[in-house]
């Protein structure tokens, strides 16, 4: 893994949805299996241009999200490997069953992609807006649950989850993101990225609270408050060993995600947590609601996803490693 951090944080011109269908339309041109299956989204996911260069290859079975995953299975039964894709909600809610069966317990080889996660589904409203698509997916074994955080990881991303064996899912964020790492940075799919160290908490992010972290660890240094930052664009499987020794050497914890608190990024951390270091511990993200409909950065402080939430939730966790240090020692 060779990690090159974005010298300026600011929003990338390249949408993100235009950049999978690159990374997509690289992969095809090296590898004729690989096949793109498409739910009546075409032009909202980008992907006009690979359809137009590999028509025969593309497969758009209409708002019939759950055959969409049939077919992404029996395409790879005759050796294809196909990447599914429609709105968060449907890639995993509304074709659960299949993803789970057909894919999952089938062992199929297929690669799902769910866009607009959480608030940035935005006008699309609370029908479109999925807190819950990582808990539905955490549950089907043996899958691997991604969330790309900027252009550079998701390109890399896209092509690297083409050559080994195995069901996938990506969280997508279909318009501009922050820019986060510079073009050459490569990922160890499973591995957190640290792009802060410290030794006082460890904040734990993914997808867009990456950079609300890396806020916050700039407003915490002014406090003098030392806050390691990890980008665990992992999922599943989570880096066990990442937060082992962050829970090990910062004796804190602090976890960022656009999605329910509930079987999430917070909840799989905890899980670590408390079978192998117990520490103090907190989480920000969206708390056991519904979605809205709204802009972004409107529906951003609505479910107190910002870096003052993370400052706020770093200060409490601080207090509770305190008293844990004092009762340790009296």
Do not use: W
Request: charged share 25%; aromatic share 6%.
């Amino acid at each position: 893994m060779t990690v090159i951090p974005a010298k300026v944080r600011i929003k990338e011109e390249k949408e993100m949805r235009k950049a999978y269908c690159e990374a997509l339309m690289e992969l095809a041109a090296e590898n004729e299996n690989i096949v793109v299956l498409d739910a009546d989204l075409m032009s909202s996911m980008g992907m006009v241009p690979f359809s137009k260069a590999f028509p025969e290859r593309t497969f758009n079975v209409g708002v019939q999200e759950a055959n969409m995953i049939g077919v992404a299975a029996g395409l790879s039964a005759t050796g294809k490997i196909p990447y599914a894709h429609t709105f968060g909600p449907f890639a995993s809610r509304r074709c659960f069953d299949q993803v789970f069966l057909s894919c999952g317990y089938a062992k199929a080889n297929v690669r799902i992609t769910g866009s607009d996660p959480g608030v940035t589904a935005a006008f699309n409203g609370g029908t479109h807006m999925p807190f819950e698509d990582i808990g539905l997916m955490r549950n089907i074994p043996d899958i691997t649950i991604l969330e790309p955080v900027d252009t550079t990881m998701l390109k890399y991303l896209v092509k690297e989850i083409a050559k080994p064996y195995g069901l996938f899912y990506i969280r997508l964020l279909r318009k501009n993101a922050i820019k986060i790492y510079e073009e050459g940075s490569t990922f160890e799919i499973g591995k957190a990225v640290k792009l802060v160290d410290g030794d006082d908490v460890t904040i734990i992010a993914t997808g867009i609270m990456v950079d609300e972290a890396l806020k916050a660890s700039e407003e915490l240094k002014k406090l003098k408050i030392s806050a390691r930052v990890l980008n665990m664009f992992t999922i599943k499987p989570v880096d066990v060993e990442a937060i082992v020794k962050a829970a090990e050497e910062t004796g804190a914890i602090v976890t960022c995600e656009n999605h329910n608190i509930i079987n999430g990024l917070g909840s799989a951390v905890a899980e670590v947590v408390v079978e192998n270091h117990p520490v103090p511990m907190e989480r920000v993200g969206v708390r056991d609601v519904f979605g809205e409909v709204g802009p972004e950065s409107y529906l951003r402080e609505r479910f107190n996803l910002t870096s003052s939430e993370i400052v706020k939730r770093v200060m409490l966790v601080l207090e509770r490693k305190d008293r844990k240090v004092m009762e340790c020692t009296d």
